[in-house]
């Protein structure tokens, strides 16, 4: 397989943990106040004492296995661009990376918060929600709560990748303009939303044109 190929069905992996992750937050996380500010950190320390392993497989998905998808996708874009605009494809490698790697570490802090919760909740829910909303405030730091390093990889890979085709430069572009309204306290939550729905789009039209690639 080539890595052309193989990037298309990164980018497939990425849209689909990204589709995973929006079904459990809109429904079963929902409740517990998940991707506002208005999270509930006790709720969450109950939630864990119950079904932890489902939002530790909740984490695992929308960050660490995105994030091992999102590294074969940058350099699979990487080697598409390269020929027509290589010192642009040196950039869309480098802030790719830094992407994956920020979304790595926030999957890998949000399973520990999961994992240390549950076992400080058991005698202590007090301190368990106060050390969960900690790391939690880290998670989001890294790439949870704001989708800078995405917006910006996103919007050169669009700019720069003409041979992508022009829905995913669109889509791209609008995608990677909402992630940087991220930085807007006041258009957070509404730009992430869009900069996640816009991102699946993009994965998607990204895929085929890599998938078709020859």
Known sequence: MTLQRTGGL????????YLVGFAL?????????????AIDAEAVVAFIGERASLLIGWNSTIYI???LALAVLVVALHDRLKTDAPAWAEVTRAFGLIWAALVLGAGMIANVAVERAATLGATDPAG???????????????G???????GVWILCVSIAGR???????GIGIVAGAAGLATL??????????????????????????LLRAR
Not at 163 to 169: D, F, M
Not at 193 to 206: E, K, M, R, Y
Request: a negative charge.
């Open 184 to 209: 807007v306290p006041a258009l957070g939550d509404t730009a992430g939303a869009v900069f996640g729905l816009g991102a699946i789009a993009w994965f998607v039209a990204s895929a085929v044109a």
């Open 163 to 169: 041979t992508l085709g022009h829905l995913a430069r």
């Open 128 to 142: 368990a929600a106060e050390l969960w909303e900690v790391l939690h405030a880290v998670e989001l730091g890294l």
């Open 25 to 37: 937050l809109v429904t079963v996380l929902a409740p517990l106040g998940y991707g506002t500010n």
């Open 10 to 17: 990164a980018a497939l992996t990425c849209a689909a943990t």
């Open 144 to 150: 949870g709560g704001n989708e800078i390093a995405g």
């Open 65 to 67: 296995v995105n994030a």
